[in-house]
């Protein structure tokens, strides 16, 4: 990984999709930022499409479509995206609606084993908003529990036969082989006749843990928190570059640099 300030003004000015991860990315100790919020508004002002790509819920997201300045918004790892689109909101699922429930169902029963198992953990608190898959709390709102245990926690769900990735808080669980990419690729097809090698010089990914492995492996101009120093992830699957800040503080640093290649005020 590159420091972050050792990316050209050029390839930053050639930027046309913001795309971003969002619990510490756009956020810090768990609060979004005014100054994030408006950089995201902003960057649209000046023809950038905003598309966050997140492990939190559909409800959440319905929200945020709803009312965070975005283009859409990607949800729970790869399951769905939300799209605003005539004062309405348009939603296109990876699987149909009997897959989810049946799925979600398998997860319950799944996530309730695990938690019993390691002490410390909980069900995550926005799982009552979750419509494909199940979030296991280890950081959150429980007393941060070792990255060790969090990964333990995922190899126990992939040998209950579920596709498992650690975020900063949670350990996300789901059926099925999609991710993070797959709908993102999903989106640009279905939404703008794209594919990614068609925007993959135009495109800037955000993140900060191995949940974004997947954007960060497909764009070379990725950026990665400092704190995604802390996964001992593959050498493949590291951001290309990395901020000197965490969360919200890093993400400003990527968000002043866009706006001063175009020279726009932040």
């Not at 050029?10 to 046309?16: G, M, P």
């Not at 768990?30 to 508004?41: D, K, M």
């Not at 949800?75 to 990876?94: A, D």
Request: aromatic share 10%; charged share 20%.
């Amino acid at each position: 990984m590159k420091p972050f300030a050792e990316c050209s003004s050029k390839t930053l000015a050639n930027v046309s999709f913001l795309v971003s991860d969002i619990d510490d990315t756009l956020t810090l100790d768990g609060v979004l930022p005014a100054q994030v919020y408006a950089s995201l508004e902003a960057m649209r002002k000046i023809g950038i499409r905003v598309i966050l790509i997140t492990g939190r819920p559909a409800g959440w997201c319905d929200m945020i479509a709803r009312f965070w300045p975005i283009d859409a918004v990607v949800g729970e790892n790869g399951s769905f995206y939300f799209k605003p689109q005539n004062g309405q909101i348009k939603r296109v699922w990876m699987d149909d609606a009997p897959t989810r429930q049946a799925n979600l169902h398998r997860l319950q029963h799944m996530a309730d084993s695990i938690v019993g198992e390691f002490a410390g953990t909980a069900l995550a608190e926005d799982n009552p908003w979750r419509a494909t898959d199940i979030a296991v709390d280890f950081a959150e709102d429980v007393p941060p529990l070792s990255l060790r245990i969090a990964g333990q926690i995922r190899d126990r769900f992939a040998a209950l036969g579920a596709t498992a990735k650690v975020s900063s808080i949670h350990v996300n669980a789901w059926i099925g082989s999609y991710d993070k990419l797959s709908m993102f690729e999903k989106l640009l097809a279905d939404e703008y006749v794209l594919t990614v090698d068609d925007v993959v010089q135009q495109t800037l990914y955000t993140g900060d843990s191995p949940n974004d492995a997947p954007m960060f492996r497909r764009f070379f101009l990725s950026v990665g928190m400092h704190s995604v120093r802390q996964y001992n992830m593959p050498a493949a699957d590291l951001p290309g570059f990395v901020t000197e800040e965490n969360g919200a503080d890093g993400f400003m640093q990527v968000a002043r640099r866009i706006f001063a290649s175009r020279k726009k005020p932040v």
